[in-house]
């Protein structure tokens, strides 16, 4: 594998908004439909923000095996494809503190032939391949996402799935240069 351009500037980007907890999973959906072996996604937002919703999604149109939840304290599960695509690597570094403790789990094994989502990954993940999708996912509630010269609202409760998301999707390296998505 080339030694990854980190810090590098995005080849594209492109920001969207989904209305609600299933209007995210649908986009990731769509997203999943496209992705191959070998793709990783860099998945960073506050909590409840919707990282493993979206990831719930991703997998639905990856055909992998339902049952996506987060991988906080085991910090990587592995979701089998259905269809003979390939797997879903979920990740969550929250509790990790640099890159080199995500290197002990020994992604790189796996990074070829399964779609690799890291939540929490910016700052720890991105040496792992030289192209990948760092998504940015921003949830607030309220009737406006921010009042005229105030700050955004980000007093949401985890529970409520009607609130919209942002979501801004920065693709780096080779693999996204002639492939745009939305």
């Keep these: 594998m080339a030694e990854p351009a980190v810090g590098t500037l995005p080849v594209w980007t492109v920001e969207l908004t989904a209305q609600s907890a299933t209007a995210t999973q ?43 939840i987060s991988p906080t304290f085991v910090l990587s599960r592995i979701h089998p494809s259905t269809r003979g695509g390939p797997d879903l690597v979920h990740v969550d570094a929250y509790r990790l503190g640099t890159a080199a403790e995500l290197d002990d789990l020994d992604l790189d094994q796996g990074l070829e ?22 998504i940015a996912l921003l949830r607030a509630t309220g009737e406006t996402m921010a009042e005229p010269g105030g700050e955004l609202v980000l007093d ?10 942002t979501l801004t999707i920065a693709a780096f ?3 996204w240069a002639d492939h745009r998505l939305f």
Excluded at 27 to 39: F, R
Excluded at 116 to 126: D, L, M, Q
Aim: hydrophobic residues 35%; without cysteine; aromatic residues 4%.
């Design 113 to 134: 032939s399964a779609v690799t989502v890291i939540e929490w990954g910016a700052g720890k993940a991105e040496q792992l391949s030289d192209s990948r999708l760092e």
């Design 173 to 175: 390296g080779p693999r």
């Design 156 to 165: 949401y409760s985890e529970t409520e799935d009607e609130d919209p998301r």
């Design 26 to 68: 649908e986009l990731a959906a769509s997203l999943g439909e496209q992705l191959e072996a070998g793709d990783l996604i860099l998945l960073n937002g506050e909590l409840g923000a919707g990282k493993t919703t979206f990831t719930q999604g991703l997998g639905a149109g990856l055909g992998v095996r339902s049952g996506i």
